[in-house]
């Protein structure tokens, strides 16, 4: 009897977590969210670059049993989401001023995310190499997703969403479903001006398998410290 090779990727870049440090922006407070989240068996969900907040409020209020981590690095944008999210006292959200790479790595631990939105990411025009399904990252991020989770990718450029299915097809060997977005949808200020200016806006959403493996399934976040 010949036994199948477990799924896996064929990215041969690996994301080094040594060389981060822990950003000094994330409180005390921050860090004891995170905490009880991790802890407790609340599903718990991370947005990728949530920007004034949106998306992040309306999940927040939608599923009051669950719990979102959103990290924005932007400080105005930080500073505009912050005030809103202190006034809607929600107590299921955790807003994060960090790089989100630099914070999943010493703050995020493996199969803990049920879920991750990526939505409407800087497509990097001039350097192709930063975008999440093409950077070391996207593996360490794989390896914090439970079985089952899923990654949520939405654009408004179909370039960018063919190159992510060709990628998920290709190197990360990942299931999928590709969508248009409703033209009411309204999950954030950029999804809002796009499909009001009758853009073609898309989404992709990516599923771990069972048995999938990454390089960090067994990395902890312990042993990100530097």
Not at 10 to 15: P, S
Not at 170 to 181: F, G, Q, S
Not at 204 to 221: E, M, N, S
Request: proline share 5%.
């Amino acid at each position: 009897m010949t036994h199948q090779p477990m799924p896996s990727h064929r990215f041969d870049r690996l994301f080094e977590t040594k060389f981060l440090y822990a950003p000094k922006t994330v409180q005390n407070q921050d860090i004891q969210s995170i905490s009880q989240a991790l802890d407790s068996k609340t599903p718990l969900f991370l947005e990728i670059g949530a920007g004034k907040g949106k998306h992040a409020m309306l999940f927040a209020s939608s599923n009051t049993d669950k719990h979102l981590i959103a990290i924005e690095r932007t400080r105005e944008k930080f500073n505009a989401f912050q005030k809103q999210a202190d006034l809607g006292e929600f107590k299921n959200l955790t807003v994060i001023h960090a790089d989100a790479i630099a914070f999943c790595a010493h703050f995020i631990a493996p199969n803990s995310l049920d879920g991750v939105f990526i939505l409407y990411p800087n497509p990097e025009p001039h350097n192709k190499n930063q975008r999440w399904l093409n950077m070391p990252f996207f593996e360490f991020l794989l390896s914090r997703l439970k079985v089952g989770g899923l990654i949520t990718i939405a654009s408004n450029i179909e370039s960018y969403m063919d190159e992510a299915c060709q990628r998920l097809d290709e190197v990360w060997r990942l299931p999928y479903t590709k969508r248009a977005i409703d033209p009411a949808s309204a999950r954030t200020h950029f999804e809002i001006k796009y499909l009001a200016r009758g853009e073609n806006c898309q989404e992709i959403i990516v599923t771990k398998p069972a048995g999938y493996q990454t390089r960090f399934d067994h990395v902890l976040v312990k042993e990100q410290a530097v």
